[in-house]
């Protein structure tokens, strides 16, 4: 069943970026009483899953899910339809179009994108607003468990100052990106700051580590399962741990410490059960462990037990409209500087790039909206980003040497854009089966 969860993600996600773009191509060329012969979701190659001609278009959806197209006709594409292009020149062709609406049935793709993820931020700050706790309130500092972490020289119970200079005021989602993307932290330790430099290899070294957070509060050592062969049978689901051996715990962090220095030995604890301080004696193994699972508690009930005070921030319609603007805004300057690192062979973040395997792996295995439109925006940025990008093929391509006719005043000849569209297509597939064979890479070795 989880699977069929991430899959129905990933296909309405991909459907939806992939009609809009497409849409953004469709809607001007018609405006510009120009012929579009084929509106694809999907490809379609060699036969359709269903197709209907509507007008002068043929509407359909193909059987390979690797995008979507709009053929417009008298224009140099992916189809390579040399026999069009070797015949008169017809009024209704892209090419007999002036550079300007050939410029804007180009750029509606990506433009489209743009738009879509900024109303998506927009109605997501509307209907669920922003949950965070304020950087202030955690008085203890944040937990840091993740080795390259570690590594860098952060500590459990350093508190984040600012990243990048940009000062930290809330601990929220976006706290582990923007540490990934950063070039320096300034942190507070035992009352002292300190500046942390970002190693330039951090996201390879990442890549190298078990998945998981970067940082993340500091949470209670509860009880979620006691395991069979465990000597502390005398605990229970939900127990929290509040001392070990007469050393108070308030943290999971705490215990362990305490543990590894009784390995092998029985000690007092006190245990809180049912709101109620329970006195109970626990047996520590060789290993320095309690034979249990800790069990994570929820932000509600870590807020019942007075460790932080979860803040949520409501928005009305017109209030949410600069909010989703500037969260579209910094996810776009995000992905910009996620692109830097990719192209910087010293970051080595190349080879972190993904494929399909990578992008169905974000969607989650339970249906959360809020976390499907999330993802949708960000992937409708990168979506309109890699378009813009000018290599021949892509709309950034036809972009390129639309400004170039329109700047010169020459447009290109047929054969040198049939050749350039040739050599984007070599680098549009070679890119993918670098970012799709290291999806495989990773799933082969488990990294």
């Known amino acids: 069943m989880d699977i069929v969860i991430k899959l129905s993600q990933f296909l309405l996600s991909l459907s939806l970026l992939i009609i809009l773009h497409e849409l953004g191509h469709f809607i001007p060329a018609k405006l510009f009483k120009t012929r579009v012969e084929k509106f694809y979701l999907f490809f379609d190659v060699k036969y359709s899953l269903f197709k209907k001609k509507i007008g002068e278009t043929e509407y359909g959806i193909g059987w390979l899910p690797l995008g979507g197209y709009v053929k417009i006709s008298g224009m ?3 189809s390579m339809d040399k026999e069009q292009m070797a015949q008169e020149p017809q009024p209704w062709e892209f090419r007999t179009k002036p550079a300007w609406q050939r410029l804007i049935i180009m750029l509606g793709g990506v433009t489209v994108n743009f738009i879509l993820a900024f109303i998506i931020y927009i109605g997501m700050a509307f209907a669920y607003g922003d949950t965070y706790i304020a950087n202030a309130d955690l008085k203890d500092g944040v937990a840091i468990e993740n080795p390259v972490m570690i ?16 000062p930290v005021e809330n601990f929220d989602k976006d706290m582990n990106m923007n540490i990934i993307m950063a070039k320096e932290v300034l942190i507070e330790r035992n009352g002292q700051q300190q500046t942390i430099k970002m190693p330039t290899d951090f996201v390879d070294q990442l890549s190298k580590t078990e998945k998981g957070l970067l940082i993340d509060i500091r949470r209670p050592f509860a009880i979620g399962q006691v395991a069979e062969d465990s000597p502390n049978q005398n605990l229970k689901p939900k127990d929290l741990i509040l001392s070990l051996n007469g050393q108070k715990i308030k943290y999971f962090d705490e215990a362990k410490a305490v543990l590894e220095a009784n390995k092998g030995k029985q000690i007092s604890a006190v245990v809180l059960r049912n709101l109620k301080e329970t006195p109970i004696d626990l047996k520590v193994n060789k290993e320095g462990k309690l034979g249990v699972v800790a069990g994570g508690l929820d932000m509600k009930s870590l807020e019942k037990l007075g460790y932080y005070k979860i803040s949520t921030k409501e928005y009305g319609f017109f209030e949410s409209i600069p909010v989703g603007l ?3 805004k910094d996810q776009l300057v995000g992905y910009g500087k996620q692109l830097k690192m990719i192209f910087n062979p010293e970051t080595k973040a190349y080879k972190q790039v993904g494929g399909f395997a990578a992008i169905f792996n974000i969607f989650p295995t339970s249906w959360s909206w809020e976390v499907f439109w999330s993802i949708t925006a960000l992937l409708s940025i990168m979506l309109g980003v890699m ?23 020459k447009k290109p000849s047929d054969k040198f854009l049939e050749n350039a569209q040739m050599v984007g297509f070599v680098l549009l597939i070679s890119l993918l089966l670098f970012a799709n064979g290291n999806d495989i890479y990773k799933a082969i070795v488990g990294k």
């Open 76 to 78: 140099i594409d992916e």
């Open 151 to 166: 590594k860098a020289g952060f500590k459990t119970g350093d508190k984040i100052i600012s990243i990048d200079n940009n």
């Open 326 to 328: 500037q969260k579209g």
């Open 387 to 409: 378009n813009l990008l000018p290599i021949p093929a892509l709309d950034g391509g036809h972009v390129m040497f639309l400004l170039y006719e329109i700047i010169s005043g």
